[in-house]
């Protein structure tokens, strides 16, 4: 729902593809490596990185994904190290902070993988595209996640996610 929402309202999200059937894999344009994250996940469970075709295969194999789903999302994986949580209510931003992986591999930023959160620190030249974006969602509180291709703040921001239902950290 949340990603077909994404492409509803234009957001500014990494390349991403609603995928009904394994097949459909052979068509899309993306490249080794990638996300896929399965219906439903929160919380990086349901999230796998998929490096190579075998660990596609592999991922079809041991899981028999799509007799209990409808949908599996395919998105880009983003060269980053950090993203940023923003709470808002109505218009404002009232809460923030980075999650930050200080390791040399990937892994996803939340903090029960063992990353780092900081406060301070917001990009300002973004809150109003932030705000922007969150108010097509037409929600009265909300998170997003954000990330930087290359953790590069010059370069439009990604949004990763939005929950209605969130916790400050």
């Not at 929402?5 to 593809?17: C, L, V």
């Not at 896929?36 to 469970?45: A, G, Q, V």
């Not at 291709?149 to 010059?154: A, E, G, I, L, W």
């Amino acid at each position: 729902y949340m990603t077909q929402k994404f492409f509803d309202y234009n957001i500014s999200t990494p390349k991403t593809f609603l995928i009904s059937d394994p097949t459909e894999f052979n068509t899309i344009n993306l490249s080794y490596p990638f996300l896929i994250k399965e219906e439903h996940s929160s919380s990086s469970d349901g999230l796998h990185k998929i490096t190579s075709k075998e660990d596609l295969d592999k991922f079809f194999l041991t899981n028999d994904y799509f007799s209990r789903n409808k949908f599996l999302i395919a998105q880009e994986l983003l060269n980053m190290r950090r993203d940023l949580r923003v709470i808002l209510v109505g218009d404002k931003i009232v809460h923030h902070y980075w999650r930050i992986n200080r390791s040399d591999k990937w892994r996803p930023t939340a903090s029960s993988f063992g990353n780092d959160v900081e406060f301070g620190s917001f990009p300002e030249q973004w809150r109003e595209f932030i705000i922007d974006q969150f108010k097509r969602f037409k929600i009265t509180t909300g998170a997003f996640d954000i990330a930087w291709q290359n953790d590069d703040m010059s370069t439009p921001p990604l949004i990763l996610e939005v929950s209605p239902n969130y916790q400050p950290n």
